[in-house]
């Protein structure tokens, strides 16, 4: 599976957007941009998922580069419920497991 | 209501012993997995199953067995061979409809071994 790059961690403040961004260099033409998020001592909870264009569902917003190198996750109005630690993973087509990296902390300060 | 049940969310055992963890989904997907976190650290894949009476290894299967017998049941055993069994295991199931393939993850199983 290709590699994602995320920062160890990043702080908000409550109600403002956060950006959390992924870098995936070496991105395959077949491969999905998945993001989860786990909140401590909780399985990880599938947030949103894009192949080339931006995605929105009730949860974020996944804006995806044009060469689809990186993308950045949106959370549009942070709530202390959105702190969390994120993951960016690259998926191609099919069942397989999933790859995790360390993921992004996030931090919301009220 | 559907989704992944897992039990029990904490088990101690001695070393040495063998221990199976319960993995059962009501969601009627076909794929189940099991994976391994340690502290601060990203989930690792153990074994995965596709569809019934089938499973293959994932990236560290070994000391670990499993089973498919049902759809709906996926146990994670936890033999004497592994090493480190000490962990926080999760199991999760996906359906091979559309492109998606979300995973849906369980609470979690926090394994002791001491």
């Known amino acids: 599976d290709a590699k994602t790059t995320q920062p160890n961690s990043m702080e908000s403040n409550e109600e403002e957007p956060v950006h959390l961004p992924c870098n995936h260099s070496?991105?395959?033409?077949?491969?999905?941009i998945h993001w989860y998020r786990q909140l401590p001592s909780q399985g990880p909870e599938y947030v949103i998922h894009?192949?080339?264009s931006n995605v929105n569902n009730r949860m974020a917003s996944l804006a995806i580069a044009e060469d689809r190198k990186s993308s950045t996750l949106i959370l549009h109005r942070a709530t202390l419920r959105d702190a969390a630690v994120y993951y960016c993973?690259?998926?191609?087509?099919?069942?397989?497991?999933?790859?995790f990296g360390k993921g992004t902390h996030l931090i919301i300060q009220p | 209501d559907g989704g992944i049940t897992q039990s029990p969310k904490y088990l101690f055992r001695k070393e040495g012993q063998n221990v199976t963890l319960s993995c059962e989904q009501n969601?009627?997907?076909?794929?189940m997995y099991w994976y391994r976190q340690d502290p601060g650290q990203g989930l690792r894949l153990i074994y995965y199953?596709?569809?019934?009476?089938?499973?293959q290894k994932g990236d560290i299967a070994e000391g670990y067995s499993v089973s498919r017998e049902k759809k709906e049941s996926f146990p994670l055993t936890v033999t004497s061979a592994q090493k480190n069994p000490t962990a926080f295991y999760l199991c999760?199931?996906?359906?091979?409809?559309?492109?998606?393939?979300?995973?849906?993850f369980g609470p979690g199983t926090r394994l002791t071994v001491t």
């Open positions: 999760a199931s996906s359906t091979h409809q559309g492109t998606s393939y979300e995973q849906y």
């Open positions: 070496t991105i395959s033409g077949t491969d999905y």
């Open positions: 894009g192949l080339t």
């Open positions: 993973i690259l998926r191609g087509g099919g069942a397989d497991g999933l790859t």
């Open positions: 969601l009627n997907h076909d794929a």
């Open positions: 199953s596709q569809i019934v009476n089938d499973f």
